[in-house]
């Protein structure tokens, strides 16, 4: 770095980063060429003394500016800043986490990225790195709000529901037990001959969508593990056999019809698992998106010998996305028409949520962060994959035979669960405190202009009003548009909680 300038540039690798001669003037003319106005956050790669930044928030007062820089050669003024959060290390190991501290999904739509052009340039690996990191995060982030946008208040209503109705939970003892996940992508008709032979020794849990293929084979699993907490979930059940037990997370979408055994099974760690499911100790399990990851989450620290996975295809074969037949093939039978045949409708489909194809191989985002934070994970039982299947997955082994083992039943263990009555006074004691918690914490969003970075029970806000949310938080609206954003978030939050009391009524 040559120091004898107020505004000294950055030489790396025998090449400017800024310009020798003004780097102020440099950074005026780059930050000129695009409009921050309305944005919340920009996040900079920036290895050098950030001049860029300077000026943004120079130009933007209400900006905040993330700094990536793989070198550590910002000014004390910028560290200093308030409005200036800066990473300075390993640019994948670590940046996730440093983006999930100051940014949060309701700021997802007012984000910029700037990338200095000559560090692109001059450190183009290190670029790459904090590119492709940035963007997986960012697809997390928009799962996680469209989970929130579908799902935020019917998460809740079936944790009350499930913590009312589940039966007692009860789990069950893997230790030294090979695991097998049948998932339900097309491969696993493949490979219901070979579990059908040789898996009787293994604990066989199952993914909804699986059941129909394997009952269809004669294939009873040990245990369904459902996740969904969307209406269409409800829909498997049907196909569940009665005397296999289910399990679910507190939020899951569960039809207690039919007198089957569904219990609680894990803890997904989220603000209402914590208060709902104090003292009753489930596996921990983060949330994933998808429940074959949730089920690796959940078996793997159990005991077990090993885990392999069937039908875990993470593509779509040709229009093929799941397993025949799998529960929801009854109803695309039923839309099917000769204008609107069965075919067409797996067209539509395959090609709305795919955008790659290899061959008869297709692949889509959702799919690609499934496989990314598979292989991102390291986990503390071997895995393998029963295959063959034309995508390889890193950390997984591909196995082409099942060893076979002498049958073995696995016992299961109930862990302490409070009565109905207790269950019912705890949510009720919950509703009354939100009553007169929340509208205490959104009162508090409108004086601030910087608040902070929301905690867990601002997360829980956000799930029930997730629109109105960001409207409170926004530093560029008015106090009068705050004051109505906060009076609507107050009416429908309010409506919210009666029904939710009168539900937990009507359930006990």
């Known amino acids: 770095m040559e120091t004898d300038s107020p505004f000294p540039p950055v030489k790396i690798r025998g090449k400017y980063l800024h310009s020798p001669y003004n ?97 692109v340039r001059i450190l183009s690996e290190e670029a790459s790195l904090a590119g492709g990191t940035l963007s997986r995060f960012l697809n997390r982030l928009g799962a996680n709000r469209s989970h929130i946008l579908g799902f935020g208040r019917k998460n809740l209503r079936n944790s009350i529901i499930n913590f009312l109705q589940s039966a007692p939970p009860r789990l069950p003892d893997l230790r030294g037990k090979p695991v097998i996940i049948a998932a339900s992508g097309p491969g696993l008709g493949n490979q219901l001959e070979e579990i059908k032979r040789h898996g009787r020794g293994h604990f066989l849990l199952a993914l909804p969508s699986a059941v129909p293929a394997l009952e269809r084979e004669g294939i009873t699993p040990d245990l369904i593990l459902s996740t969904d907490p969307g209406y269409w979930a409800s829909c498997h059940f049907s196909h569940f056999p009665p005397a296999v037990p289910v399990g679910i997370g507190l939020n899951g979408r569960a039809e207690y019809s039919g ?19 104090s003292g009753i100790p489930l596996p921990p399990i983060g949330g994933t998106g998808s429940v074959a990851l949730a089920a690796l989450e959940w078996v793997s620290p159990m005991g077990a010998s090993s885990v392999t996975f069937a039908g875990l295809d993470m593509c779509l074969s040709d229009l093929r996305s799941h397993v025949s037949p799998h529960g929801f093939e009854s109803l695309l039978m039923a839309r099917s028409e000769r204008r609107n045949s069965l075919y067409q409708i797996y ?77 019912k006074r705890r949510i009720l004691s919950l509703i009354e405190n939100w009553r007169v918690e929340i509208p205490r914490r959104l009162e508090g969003y409108i004086p601030s202009p910087f608040p902070g970075h929301p905690d867990e029970f601002d997360d829980f806000i956000y799930t029930l009003i997730p629109d109105n949310f960001r409207r409170l938080r926004e530093r560029d609206h008015s106090e009068k548009e705050k004051r109505e954003a906060l009076r609507e978030s107050g009416d429908s939050i309010g409506e919210f909680l009666n029904r939710m009391e009168e539900l937990c009524e009507r359930i006990s």
């Open 347 to 423: 067209f539509e489909r395959a090609q709305a949520v795919t955008a790659k194809r290899e061959g008869s191989l297709r692949y889509g985002r959702s799919l690609d962060q499934y496989r990314s934070w598979l292989e991102g994970r390291s986990f503390p039982v071997p895995l393998y994959r029963l295959g063959p299947n034309g995508l390889t997955l890193r950390g997984l082994e591909e196995i082409d035979r099942i060893s076979p083992l002498p049958e073995s039943s696995c016992p299961w263990h109930p862990l302490p669960y409070p009565d109905r009555k207790t269950r």
């Open 23 to 119: 780097p102020l003037r440099e950074a005026e003319k780059i930050i000129g060429e695009a409009d921050y106005t309305g944005k919340t956050h920009v996040i900079l790669f920036e290895p050098g003394r950030c001049y860029a930044g300077e000026i943004l928030l120079k130009k933007y007062p209400s900006l905040r500016l993330l700094v990536l820089s793989p070198l550590d050669l910002l000014p004390d003024g910028m560290k200093g800043n308030e409005r200036v959060a800066y990473w300075t290390g390993d640019l994948e190991g670590g940046m996730e986490g440093f983006l999930s501290e100051h940014i949060h999904e309701s700021d997802l739509d007012r984000l910029a990225y700037l990338p200095w052009p000559p560090s």
């Open 259 to 277: 007198g089957r055994v569904i219990s609680l099974l894990f803890n997904q760690q989220t603000y209402p698992d914590r208060l709902f499911l």
